[in-house]
């Protein structure tokens, strides 16, 4: 377990504390032998892609970080030097959200993305390709606790 079983953030500030965290957990993690594949389940509006964000953000990226959901995929360059080092090349951001089955996912290049182990990538709606998925993921659970308050659960699957 990278973030442990499940943490509540209240801010922004410590939505990107917790991208801290995940990050150095993955960076001390042994590489896969391709991508290191983080699904993202939960309501709209529950932080998954404000927490690609911040993931974005700490990694150095500086390009405006927006969520997919018309265009499926977006990609990124994450800089040299980055809190992962070396490891990491690419965030890849994917919103499944108006896929149907993991087919759909050959039009991204999906089968490449994932066997490339200098990509880091993150999928909303993971369970509309559920069939594509590679056996071993991050499963983080975002879901509303209150007002401004969301709880982030992890399960690692394999």
């Known amino acids: 377990m990278i973030l442990g079983n499940s943490t509540e953030v209240k801010s922004l500030v410590e939505l990107r504390a917790l991208a801290v965290k995940f990050l150095d957990g993955i960076a001390k993690n042994e590489a896969n032998k391709g991508a290191t594949v983080v699904c993202m389940s939960g309501d ?3 932080g ?3 927490f690609v964000k911040c993931v974005a953000s700490v990694l150095g990226i500086t390009d405006v970080v927006t969520s997919p959901t018309f265009v499926l995929e977006k990609i990124y360059t994450i800089p040299a030097g980055s809190v992962v ?3 990491f090349s690419k965030l890849i951001h994917i919103d ?6 993991g087919k759909e996912t050959s039009a991204l290049g999906f089968d ?16 509309n390709i559920h069939d594509a998925l590679p056996k071993e993921v991050i499963n ?11 709880r982030v659960e992890e399960r690692i699957s394999r």
């Open 96 to 101: 499944a959200y108006r896929l149907r089955s």
């Open 48 to 50: 998954k892609t404000a």
């Open 112 to 127: 490449e993305i994932i066997a490339d182990k200098n990509n880091i990538v993150f999928i909303e709606w993971p369970e």
């Open 85 to 87: 080092g070396t490891r």
């Open 140 to 150: 983080l659970s975002f879901s509303y606790v209150d007002g401004n308050v969301r």
């Open 44 to 46: 709209l509006g529950a």
